[in-house]
């Protein structure tokens, strides 16, 4: 069976200062594996995923991932944040099934 | 445009009467899903369908329908709607199967309260 784990349900972060966060999985079979973001009142959005080709994956607004098999995790950073990064955040797998599983989510706020 | 469209955005109702959110997908996908949201508990997958008249359950599919009798088109039936159905619902859809790595695209969300 395949899981995710997101620590964290809430992350502070001063504008400016680095954004991580963290994201580890589950799964018996190599994982596809993917950030989304959802602001307030609207669907979730694609930032990046992970295919099983670079482990350093680049996404969009200068977020990136970084699998790590050996850890298990799939951790979402951004150096420098920026107030219109306030949004909740969802990690998810999916791992040789047609279902993609979620994480609880966090939700980042941004301090000026 | 390329979006998924689910209506209504809002709707409040009482225990037991019947109720559809539609949902509408102008990608030609295969694939559709329901989801709902929850605080603490993220998104949980109610239903989905890999093509037309092809449905199956997810993960919490009790007093949930669907039906995917047009491949664009992917409703969500409660027919005898519970106070515990109070959530947030979204749609999504992608243009394969979720092995297949394709990210799904979601609709802004239905906000249903049952009272």
């Known amino acids: 069976a395949q899981s995710v784990t997101q620590l964290g349900s809430h992350v502070s972060v001063s504008e400016g200062a680095l954004v991580l966060l963290r994201c580890n999985y589950s799964s018996s079979v190599p994982p596809y594996l993917f950030w989304y973001v959802q602001y307030p009142n609207q669907g979730l959005q694609l930032l990046l995923k992970y295919t099983s080709a670079a482990t350093l994956v680049k996404g969009i607004n200068g977020f990136e991932a970084e699998f790590k098999k050996s850890e298990t995790s799939f951790h979402l950073t951004k150096p420098s944040a920026h107030m219109s990064d306030a949004a909740e955040y969802f990690c998810?797998?999916?791992?040789?099934?047609?279902?993609?599983?979620f994480g609880t989510g966090t939700r980042l706020q941004v301090f000026p | 445009e390329a979006q998924v469209t689910q209506n209504p955005r809002y709707l409040i109702t009482v225990t037991g009467k019947k109720l559809t959110v539609t949902c509408s997908q102008n990608?030609?996908?295969?694939?559709m899903s329901w989801y709902r949201q929850d605080p603490g508990l993220g998104l949980r997958q109610i239903y989905y369908?890999?093509?037309?008249?092809?449905?199956d359950k997810g993960d919490v599919p009790e007093g949930y329908k669907v039906s995917r009798k047009e491949k664009r088109n992917f409703p969500l039936i409660l027919e005898s709607p519970s106070p515990n159905q109070t959530s947030l619902y979204f749609c999504?859809?992608?243009?394969?199967?979720?092995?297949?790595?394709?990210?799904?695209?979601f609709g802004d969300g239905t906000r249903l309260s049952i009272l």
């Open positions: 369908s890999m093509n037309v008249e092809v449905t």
């Open positions: 998810a797998v999916s791992a040789n099934t047609d279902k993609l599983i």
């Open positions: 999504a859809s992608s243009s394969r199967q979720l092995h297949s790595n394709q990210p799904q695209h």
């Open positions: 990608m030609n996908h295969e694939y």
